[in-house]
């Protein structure tokens, strides 16, 4: 069974701090990562995708993934209220389907 | 920004009842996807579909299950015979040609099954 776990959290940062998520996968095979975010009762909405070891930022986010240890993490960096959601990690399986972690609920405090 | 759309928003059924979720990918996009989240789960894949036929469904997707792409714009989910436990948030996504890019996500249905 392809797994994927993230820390259900909540994780509570204050404003302005660096939030740091984190996600494993457990098929070694997977090569494509997603983080979406999810405020109650919504749909998730996509965040950043990555393909390749190493780093990728967009505005304040950063993913970075490593495939040997099969870690994926994003950074939030000057965090603010508006980001306290809950965080999707995803991980395409073989077929294209997207495999979820349960999600790490974020929470920002002014 | 192109945009995946679901209708409706909230649909209340009786068990037993047959259920049609409905949805418009974005337009340019041939991969078409159906998930689903109970209230505090994680969100589970039940089907894919490409070229006008199912790609892969999961257990989830069981003979009460059907999918139907009836015209160039809409995807739909049928649910024969509804049950309690079918009440959950239904997303639809696409993604474009490329089966391992972002998948986009409508807004869902909320399904309550009474």
């Known amino acids: 069974q392809k797994e994927v776990e993230q820390n259900s959290g909540p994780l509570s940062v204050p404003e302005g701090a660096i939030a740091s998520l984190n996600c494993t996968y457990s098929?070694?095979?997977?090569?494509?990562f997603f983080w979406y975010r999810q405020y109650s009762g919504k749909s998730p909405e996509l965040i950043m995708f990555i393909y390749s070891n190493g780093d990728k930022e967009d505005g304040r986010f950063t993913a970075q993934l490593n495939k040997a240890s099969q870690y994926v993490s994003l950074l939030i960096r000057d965090s603010q209220p508006s980001d306290s959601a809950t965080y999707l990690c995803a991980v395409i399986s073989g077929g294209g389907k997207l495999i979820f972690g349960q999600g790490t609920e974020l929470s920002v405090k002014p | 920004e192109p945009e995946v759309t679901q209708t409706p928003s909230h649909q209340v059924t009786q068990m037993g009842q047959e259920v049609i979720l409905r949805c418009v990918p974005i337009?340019?996009?041939?991969?078409f996807y159906w998930y689903r989240q109970i209230l505090g789960q994680k969100v589970e894949f039940l089907v894919s579909?490409?070229?006008?036929?199912?790609?892969?469904k999961s257990e989830i997707f069981d003979d009460q299950f059907s999918v139907e792409r009836p015209d160039g714009s809409n995807f739909t989910l049928k649910i024969r015979s509804t049950k309690l436990e079918d009440s959950a948030m239904y997303f639809c996504a696409s993604s474009d040609s490329r089966r391992n890019q972002p998948q986009h996500f409508g807004d869902g249905t909320r399904l309550s099954i009474l």
């Open positions: 098929d070694r095979g997977s090569q494509s």
């Open positions: 337009s340019n996009h041939l991969y």
């Open positions: 579909f490409y070229n006008n036929e199912i790609s892969e």
